[in-house]
């Protein structure tokens, strides 16, 4: 991209307030963190829940950053840099994007459905570049700015896009369509439930049917009831396995395959797909169709088709070996995803050392020169220490790379690998398919058993933005990563957080908060339960002690006398209920005397906890408890002259006592995707879900028992599979026995007999299964609540309990 910024300003019909009139831009961003930003970037400030983007603006101003589109000139950069203002900068971006598309004629696939968008482009893209030079949205770009953002990844030499769609709100699809401007269509499918944003299953198809409004080709199931919605003008393209549509599929399960058998204008041709279940065989018929309508012949369908791959989009951050984090993109090299995914890179601040593990980059639209020239910048821009390419295009172009280490293929990676190279750093392992890296990532990975708690980083920004949405902008957050971050891990989540501009951090003990701070982590972090032994370290890794007593308050005092420490912050604790910890009403006196004049501490905040803000049935006590915090605060702050922050708010407090929130909240397990009410839990994204596999299958006759003590005794013949996680991963033993499930390729199965300490078995008689599937133990379904609920417990206790032995994996969508 090459663009003057007065062009996008007369396109955007923006108002622009300049200093540099002639500036080209040839990247856009809207992410402070990319390392990819600089002068000739256009940064949209886009807003957000959370912190909107005009905030980081005097920031990237510091890093060359000078082409903004803004809704207003922060005051205190006015005058330094390029300003786009607009009413809305999303409207921007996405005018943008739609002006920037009509600089290219070639052909556009635009993709739709409740499933398989990602997938279908994937595949697409697979079948159709070795012919064509082809863009295609990175990853899952399909919302109303990933969308723009893969717009803008078009250039000169691209003649076929490949985009998909996805909205949530009624009205997005129609800004998609103008966007995307696609000329073929695909319609996935459309799920059965529709989603709370829409009042009915047609309204929402009728919402996603928008992207097609003008495609000369609309290709889909054939589905009566979906044409019937379509314009009279649509021309459709269908398949069917009944014989309705243009193209009838005949499909023959094998055991690992399926074979199509393809009727279409009375030639017969068959193709062999390498799944067999009934989403990818529907993937793949969609793209077969693709294929047909572009003129393929029968025998290039039948031979690219068998070569199909299971897509996996995720980055996934694993703990890897001799203290490396791992980060795993074997699936893909191409070189926009490689720029997400060394903007990854750079948000995963574990290690300082970086190192990429890189195969030969497949893109179309520029020459291998240019190609790897880029690529040579990017590795530059983003200080990876240390290269390892492999694959016979990457070894010659990159060979003039500082701390450049090449191998021809993976094999001979493979066999000259040594464990010993990698050591406290970050690996980013990236690349395509064929090169089988995910045969490297086994080697680099930390050897634990198969038991995953996968959390979802997405999940927790979008809690957090729930419960963000609730207050005050200029109310501030402390979030609450006690107990390894309730179970969920805590450095990777407070990276996230800090990006997310949260104020505080609170953790229960001073270990905790000095492993944060090792880490890395910047934000101020309250200890909840300090005990005198590690005021010494507090000090030391800039932690903040909770105050509650009267004696802790004389022995901090003394410390920091001792180590001439000024004005050191502390936050008061108020006990106006709960009677746990905190001041007491008869002690006021006695603190305002020991603080009155004393410049050794300086009280940043006084707070109090609430006793039973869930529950609205107590609600008069918790006003009680309310109006106490009022009272005793206000007296300590007039008595002391002082003007610290209040906070009395936990995760429930937010939700039903909003009006109690003063000048910060503390928040807690709805971060996690628990709330306790179950209207608030709509709105929640769940952030963990419990792995396993299946070890091993057995046949148990009648009158067999499995497990302990014989306390399941098959009544009929029965199908058990036995999993590795127990009790001393954190399963309650009462969630055995018939009381709970997990959940196999969709399925419910029970669990059956005493759960071990390391294992535990299922009843999968009635489930299509083998030995090595995944296995969910808990997620969405079923969700920590409901184990929570059935064992007479709260979610927080299930969620703490999860071992430390249980792999966590952190990933964005
Ligand atoms: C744990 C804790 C919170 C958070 O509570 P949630 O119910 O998880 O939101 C808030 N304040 C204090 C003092 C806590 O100990």
Redesign the pocket.
């Known amino acids: 991209m090459s663009l003057k910024i007065q062009d996008i300003t007369t396109a955007i019909a923006a108002y622009f307030e300049s200093v540099q009139p002639q500036a080209h831009i040839d990247n856009v961003s809207i992410d402070s963190r990319s390392l990819q930003n600089n002068a000739s970037t256009l940064f949209f400030a886009l807003p957000g829940q959370n912190r909107d983007g005009h905030y980081y603006i005097p920031e990237l101003l510091n890093k060359g950053v000078v082409n903004f589109v803004v809704t207003h000139i922060p005051e205190t950069v006015s005058g330094k840099a390029n300003f786009i203002i607009v009413n809305n900068t999303l409207q921007a971006l996405q005018d943008f994007a739609a002006y920037y598309r009509q600089q290219f004629q070639f052909p556009v696939i635009g993709i739709t459905g409740s499933n398989g968008k990602t997938i279908v482009k994937e595949w697409l893209n697979y079948l159709l570049s070795p012919d064509y030079n082809v863009i295609r949205s990175p990853k899952s770009y399909n919302s109303q700015v990933g969308v723009p953002l893969s717009i803008i990844g078009i250039n000169k030499k691209h003649n076929l896009g490949i985009f998909e769609a996805g909205i949530s709100l009624p009205n997005e699809m129609q800004k998609l369509q103008h966007i995307i401007c696609p000329d073929i269509g695909i319609l996935t499918n459309i799920g059965t439930a529709h989603d709370e944003s829409f009042t009915s299953q047609k309204e929402k198809t009728l919402e996603k049917l928008k992207l097609f409004s003008k495609v000369k080709l609309l290709v889909l199931q054939k589905n009566e009831a979906i044409e019937k919605l379509l314009p009279a003008t649509t021309k459709t393209f269908t398949w069917s396995f009944n014989n309705t549509g243009n193209v009838l599929v005949n499909k023959l399960e094998k055991a690992s395959a399926t074979c199509l058998e393809v009727i279409y204008q009375d030639t017969i041709f068959s193709v062999e797909i390498p799944f067999t279940d009934d989403y990818a065989i529907e993937n793949a018929i969609n793209c077969l169709m693709v294929m047909l309508h572009l003129g393929y012949s029968h025998e290039i369908i039948t031979q690219r088709l068998a070569g199909l791959y299971p897509v996996e989009l995720r980055l996934q951050v694993k703990d890897g070996i001799n203290g490396c984090t791992i980060i795993d993109d074997s699936y893909s090299a191409d070189y926009q995803s490689l720029k997400i995914a060394l903007d990854f890179l750079e948000q995963q601040k574990t290690h300082k050392k970086k190192t990429i593990i890189l195969s030969d980059i497949f893109q179309s639209g520029f020459t291998k020169k240019e190609l790897y020239k880029k690529v040579k910048e990017l590795l530059r821009t983003h200080k990876i220490g240390r290269v390892i390419g492999i694959g016979e295009t990457i070894t010659k172009k990159l060979a003039d790379f500082p701390n450049f280490f090449a191998y021809k293929t993976t094999q001979e990676f493979l066999a000259q690998y040594n464990s010993n190279a990698f050591e406290d750093e970050t690996i980013l392992v990236k690349g395509a398919r064929s090169f089988r890296f995910e045969e490297i990532v086994v080697l680099l990975e930390e050897k634990t058993h198969e038991t995953v708690l996968e959390i979802n980083l997405n999940a927790i920004v979008h809690n957090l933005n729930f419960y963000r949405a609730k207050l005050k902008p200029e109310t501030k957050v402390m979030v ?1 990563v ?1 107990a390894f971050g ?1 179970g969920s891990g805590s450095y990777e989540i407070a990276k996230t957080l800090s990006h997310h501009k949260v104020d505080y951090l ?1 953790v ?1 003990f001073a270990d905790e908060g000095i492993a944060l701070r090792n880490a890395g982590t910047m934000i101020p972090i309250v200890v ?1 339960n300090p005990e005198s032994s590690a005021f010494n370290a507090m000090t030391a890794y800039n932690l903040e002690p909770e105050i509650y007593s009267l004696r802790e308050l004389k022995a901090f005092i003394d410390l920091a006398r001792k180590k001439n420490l000024w004005n050191y912050p502390i936050h008061l604790k108020l006990d106006t209920g709960m009677h746990r910890l905190g001041f007491e009403e008869h002690q006021l006196a006695e603190l305002i005397a020991l603080l009155r004049n004393n410049n050794f501490v300086s009280v940043k905040s006084i707070f109090s ?1 609430l006793s039973a803000s869930d529950s609205l049935q107590f609600k008069d006590f918790t006003t009680q408890q309310i109006d106490l915090f009022e009272k005793w605060s206000t007296q300590l702050i007039d008595a002391l002259q002082i003007n610290p922050m209040r906070h009395i708010l ?3 407090g937010i939700y039903n006592y909003p009006n109690a929130q003063y000048n910060m909240v ?5 971060l996690y995707g628990v709330g306790n009410d179950p209207t608030e839990m709509k709105h929640l994204q769940n952030v963990g879900t419990l792995k396993t596999v299946i070890l091993q299958i057995k046949e148990i006759e009648v009158g067999e028992s499995v497990g302990y003590s014989r306390k399941y005794i098959a009544t009929q013949k029965t199908r058990t599979a036995t999993l590795p996680i127990g009790y001393a991963d954190g399963i309650p033993r009462a969630w055995g026995n018939g009381n709970g499930y997990v959940m196999i390729n969709s399925q419910k199965a029970s669990i059956v007999g005493n759960i071990c300490m390391d294992m535990l078995m299922v009843d999968v008689t009635n489930i299509d299964c083998k030995e090595g599937d995944r296995v969910i133990v808990f997620g969405k379904d079923p969700s920590v609540v409901t184990i929570a609920n059935t064992l007479n417990t709260i979610a ?1 206790e299930i969620l703490a309990g999860i071992s430390h032995r249980v792999k966590r994996i952190f990933y964005k969508e």
């Not at 503390?666 to 709805?670: P, S």
């Open positions: 609450m006690k309730y609170g229960a909840m906890h936990n995760t429930s503390r928040l807690g397990i709805g927080y």
